[in-house]
């Protein structure tokens, strides 16, 4: 017997050591697409630009094969050159500070120009610095004016908080004087709220101003200027429990403010006019409003005589007009608009014509979100400027001298994903609608401060990026700034990922996808099959363009052995008022429906998809759907990871739940993870950092104990100090591929993996 079983456990022992190192470097491969490294293996494939206020041009970083460098583009000379001498920047920098600096990989991302184009600031750890472009000089910033102000338009005067209160300080006379006086913690001028500064429980409260810009607008001639009265007195807390601080051994309990749709009691802001040259202090005529949302100040008239304001309703069932009277603060609304469900704060925008005083206002009031002209004096629509099966995005440029109007668009061309955007522009009676984008793709465009011109970044999944400077009125490519060079990828074994179109739940309506293979993909194999999810109704969660794929883990996951799909369900974004109403108090849907009919469909042509091994995957949003679809539909999901969920919509920020689900109701139980918790069937692994400011981890936590409750097997990975974003954090990554790897694929993943992580 000895001598026959010791053959066998040498055999079962070589079996083993192969399966392991192949394992090893599935591991290896999938590291090597994670985005950071991916990086590493293309050139110029996107051009973020950061403008001039002036227009004149813009700098921006170029990613080349993992080195960065700045680089200036002139729009009036269309020329593309390094923005500074990054070879003697590098060397006073090392001499500076006695370290290695690479001059192609410089130690900071972000740089400010100033105007003559003579220096660049930037910032390196806790000091900044100003380098002299022309005579190579390097100089530590010693007293950086760190006050947050806002700028009159002659450049004369600046507006600032100073306790609570606004003060202005005109440099001619350097004099300074206050504008108000009644200023007060929790009830002060000057500041939006701010959804994220976190503060130590015991320390002073400064909430309401520590982090965001000053909230004042001047007027054009500059005589007058609204601003912010913040009243944060009702404002409630949640807290983060930091278990191991950076210092000392004692926990730290952090406070920061949020409104959850459960409150009746909310923050709330007025604004206030002031005129420079009377001296004088006028309220607007308006109730305060609810403090929920980051509102935007109001839109200045060309004549300084009035503003213009969308005041939104609590739970976003419609938003009205607001014409203010500078002079006297009076109020009248000019339109209003409403829907039974929802109208989209994230889409809604509007723009005023200044010579006339008519207005473009977004609307869905079609089924489709279109840009209707109204008349500025009686609010009635005078005409719709666009119309059709399709989507406006956003307006862009507006000439009402010549008529017209450049606004981006989905859907005009029938012949293409109804998602990709392009460029057009219409008269403002709505006749001679033309497309400026012609070339095939998704156009992501980047615009100038007065949308003169635009960076476009085109390119689709499985198309290299071009990167084009552009016109806006024309659409005129004035230079190429880039063609993508992805060679290494390729070489590295890089694979696109494969588009589809299959039926929504309705046997009708269109829903568009892709699906991931492993590099090595053989179609005589069973693959399991994991679902990358993310159904927030304000998202399109599908990459559409070349660089959000590279920015996204779905390819290093479908590496170590996986199909891997994404796919937008009825009731996300971007597909006209029917589509999207779908998710209207029906979050719990998380389109799982969809989800599960597009696999199959996709699976009856496609034999190497296995469908009794199926997992799911997502963060945020998608955290709760992983835990809602294993949930809902437990005898098909079997394996789901859930990272920072925010499993019960009475603990997320008021705005965005309302915005979904309106107001309270049974819905919101019946909704919540919490409440079937009973019916968890397979593996789960529960995500989140310990100070996650935007979902608080006690979503996480609550649905933990309701699991116990049941007596549910499940597994549980708190991370310290980590906030909302954890596709940064290798362990993280490690611990999701491990877990997939044990439970869909019945392997043992290589123990003690560690992942690098180029960011």
């Known amino acids: 017997m000895r001598s026959l079983c010791l053959p066998l456990l040498l055999l079962c022992s070589g079996f083993a050591t192969a399966r392991d190192a192949d394992l090893t470097e599935a591991y290896r491969r999938a590291e090597r697409f994670l985005p950071g490294n991916v990086l590493k293996l293309v050139a110029h494939a996107y051009v973020a630009p ?49 370290l290695e600096v690479d001059p192609q990989a410089l130690p900071f991302r972000d740089i400010e120009v100033s105007e003559d184009r003579k220096s660049i600031s930037f910032s390196l750890g806790a000091a900044s610095w100003r380098w002299q472009t022309e005579t190579h000089e390097l100089v530590m910033d010693e007293e950086k004016d760190e006050q947050r102000h806002v700028v009159s338009p002659d450049g004369h005067r600046r507006v600032f908080v100073r306790d609570h209160n606004l003060y202005v300080h005109d440099h001619r006379k350097d004099k300074e004087r206050a504008l108000t006086e009644d200023g007060a913690a929790r009830f002060g001028y000057g500041f939006r709220p701010s959804w994220y500064a976190m503060q130590p429980m015991g320390e002073p409260d400064t909430q309401g101003e520590s982090e965001g810009d000053i909230s004042a607008s001047w007027s054009p001639d500059g005589t007058k200027m609204i601003s912010i009265h913040l009243d944060r007195r009702k404002a409630k807390k949640l807290y983060l429990f930091q278990s191991t601080p950076e210092e000392g051994f004692r926990a730290k309990v952090w406070g920061y403010e949020r409104a959850l749709p459960v409150d009746d009691q909310l923050s709330t802001q007025s604004f206030v006019l002031f005129d420079l040259k009377k001296g004088t202090r006028t309220p607007v005529d308006m109730v305060p409003q609810p403090a929920y949302l980051e509102w935007s100040l109001p839109v200045w008239s060309k004549d300084g005589k009035k503003l213009l304001w969308p005041r939104w309703k609590r739970a976003f069932r419609g938003v009205d007009l607001v014409e203010i009277d500078a002079e006297t603060g009076k109020i009248r609304v000019l339109l209003e608009e409403t829907s039974e469900t929802f109208v989209d704060t994230n889409n809604h925008q509007f723009r005023l014509l200044q010579e006339s005083g008519d207005i473009l206002w977004l609307s869905e009031r079609s089924g489709w979100q279109h840009i209707y002209r109204i008349d500025g004096k009686t609010g009635a629509i005078k005409n719709a400027v666009t119309r059709g099966a399709w989507v406006v995005n956003r307006i862009a440029q507006i000439d009402e001298a010549e008529g017209w109007v450049t606004f981006t668009a989905s859907g005009v061309e029938k012949d293409q994903d109804p998602y990709y955007r392009r460029l057009y522009k219409v008269g403002l009676d709505g006749n001679d609608l033309t497309c400026l984008t012609p070339e095939p793709g998704n156009h992501y465009m980047r615009f100038s401060p007065d949308h003169r011109y635009f960076v476009d970044n085109l390119s689709e999944v499985h198309r290299t990026p071009s990167v084009l400077l552009r016109r806006t009125r024309d659409g005129k490519t004035l230079k190429k700034l880039a063609e993508a060079d992805i060679q290494p990828l390729l070489t590295a074994g890089w694979v696109p990922p494969e588009p589809f179109r299959v039926k929504a739940r309705d046997g009708k309506t269109d829903l568009y996808g892709l699906l991931y293979k492993p ?74 429906p969809d989800h599960i009919g597009a696999m199959r469909q996709l699976a009856e042509t496609r034999p190497w998809m296995d469908l009794d091994r199926v997992g799911i995957y997502g963060h945020s949003a998608g955290g709760y759907d992983t835990v809602r679809a294993m949930l809902t539909h437990p005898d098909f999901y079997k394996v789901g ?31 919540s993870n919490l409440t079937l918790a009973d019916r968890l069937k397979g593996r789960l692994l529960l995500v989140h950092g310990d100070m996650d400011n935007n979902v608080n981890p006690a979503a996480t936590l609550r649905l933990a104990g309701e699991l116990i409750k049941h007596n549910k097997d499940f597994d549980l990975l708190l991370i310290p100090n980590k906030r909302h974003l954890l596709n940064d954090d290798p362990y993280f990554l490690r611990k999701r591929w491990d877990y997939f790897v044990t439970h869909l694929q019945g392997k043992t993943p290589p123990a003690g993996y560690r992942i690098e992580l180029s960011l």
Request: hydrophobic letters at 35%; zero cysteines; glycine letters at 10%.
């Open 519 to 592: 590099a090595d993909f053989d179609p005589n194999h069973k693959y399991p099959v994991i679902d990358g999810t993310y159904s927030g109704p304000h998202a399109v969660y599908t990459p559409k363009s070349f660089v959000e794929l590279i920015y996204r883990q779905e390819q290093a996951l479908a590496n170590l052995g996986f199909i891997v799909i994404n796919v937008d369900g009825m009731g996300t974004s971007g597909r006209g008022k029917v589509f999207h109403d779908f998710s209207y108090k029906n979050l719990g849907d998380v389109g799982a």
């Open 641 to 671: 990871v859930s990272s920072a969920g925010n499993h019960d919509h009475r603990m997320a920020k008021i705005w965005w739940p309302e915005l979904w689900m309106g107001e309270q109701g049974s819905h919101y139980d019946e909704q």
């Open 50 to 98: 950061n403008w001039a206020e002036d227009e004149s041009g813009f700098w921006y970083l170029d990613n080349r094969f993992g080195q960065r460098t700045f680089r200036w583009v002139d729009v009036k000379r269309a020329t593309d050159a390094p923005a500074f001498d990054h070879e003697k920047l590098a060397k006073a920098l090392a001499k500076a500070g006695d």
